[in-house]
């Protein structure tokens, strides 16, 4: 008689991690998308963030999923890609010395020129869930409480899709809205059943749209600020300079760079920007001191 046969152990799609040149070309693609580095040692981390994706295609293996994403057929595909493998992490309020820079130096100019009918322009490049533009738009109605019926707008881009629908949906839990202090919790969030929402003015100055910060920027004019905090280490060293170079080129003369505790940007002679304070940097020209 014979041995009855054990059942065939089925692993799930995307249990095991890619192999190392499955690795290699994962982290091609997105730094080619994204500029995105992905050391040879993540094998894990990629599988823990791409292992749904395979699991929603019904793919077995990294390699079937690569030959998708490559192909015409899986343009879509490449993008959630690289939304997985981005870390989307944002508090409000987050790296506070910034905001009070922005409320003591950077909007009492810019709010002079907003009551007096000018244009002024700010930006929350890689903006995640919408926490960092929402902060900006909270400072800013403290400096100018009717910001949002002048000509005052705050873009706020990311890469990821999903995350930008969430910024626009404006609607947080408590624990996130829990670094907001609680005068401005009362007069800017409002209860939407179990969370909170922004309040109509602030969503009124911030316009989501999904961008990739290594392509073509369709913005024409000038911002007045960019906050663009720990995105850039995500970049290798060339991509992290040509940003640098294309943040001066989109600010307006004297305007106003935020970057993340962790990232430096080249200042002083040579340079097109200035220290002005922790993480934050000043384009020369205008009226920079």
């Known amino acids: ?3 009855p046969v054990a059942p065939t152990s089925v692993m799930p799609p995307g249990s095991v991690p890619p192999t190392a040149a499955e690795l290699e070309q994962i982290a ?4 080619a998308e994204a500029g995105i580095v992905i050391a040879s040692g993540k094998g894990s981390m990629v599988q823990s963030r791409l292992a749904k994706r395979l699991r929603a295609l019904g793919m077995s293996d990294y390699g079937t999923y690569l030959d998708y994403v490559r192909s015409d057929d899986g343009r879509e595909e490449r993008q959630r890609m690289i939304s997985q493998l981005t870390t989307n992490v944002s508090h409000f309020f987050r790296e506070n010395h910034h905001f009070e820079i922005f409320r003591d130096k950077v909007l009492p100019d810019l709010a002079a020129r907003a009551k007096s009918g000018g244009r002024v322009r700010l930006w929350s490049a890689g ?5 960092e533009a929402y902060s900006m738009a909270m ?5 100018l409480p009717d910001a949002h019926q002048r000509d005052v707008k705050i873009l706020a881009s990311d890469i990821d899709p999903m995350v930008v629908a969430r910024g626009r949906a404006a609607e947080y839990d408590a624990q996130t809205v829990s670094p907001v202090p ?3 919790r009362r007069k800017y969030l409002e209860p939407a059943g179990a969370n909170y929402r922004l309040c109509a003015a602030a969503r009124a100055l911030v316009t989501f749209r999904e961008l990739n910060l290594h392509a073509a920027w369709p913005m024409k004019g000038k911002f007045d600020a960019i906050f663009c905090r720990n995105v850039v280490i995500y970049f290798d060293p060339p991509a992290q300079a040509a940003l640098w170079q ?3 080129g989109a600010l307006a003369p004297g305007g106003w760079l935020f970057v993340g505790h ?3 940007v080249p200042a002083g002679p040579g340079t097109p920007f200035d220290t ?3 993480t934050t940097y000043r384009l020369r020209g205008g009226n920079a001191t």
């Not at 091609?28 to 730094?31: G, K, L, N, S």
């Not at 903006?127 to 926490?131: D, E, R």
């Not at 400072?139 to 400096?143: C, M, P, R, S, V």
Request: contains cysteine.
């Open 139 to 143: 400072t800013l109605l403290e400096a």
């Open 1 to 3: 008689m014979n041995a």
């Open 262 to 264: 962790s990232e430096r």
């Open 127 to 131: 903006c995640s869930n919408g926490q």
């Open 276 to 278: 002005a304070g922790i």
């Open 28 to 31: 091609a693609i997105a730094h």
């Open 182 to 184: 609680e005068a401005l």
């Open 246 to 248: 294309r943040f001066a």
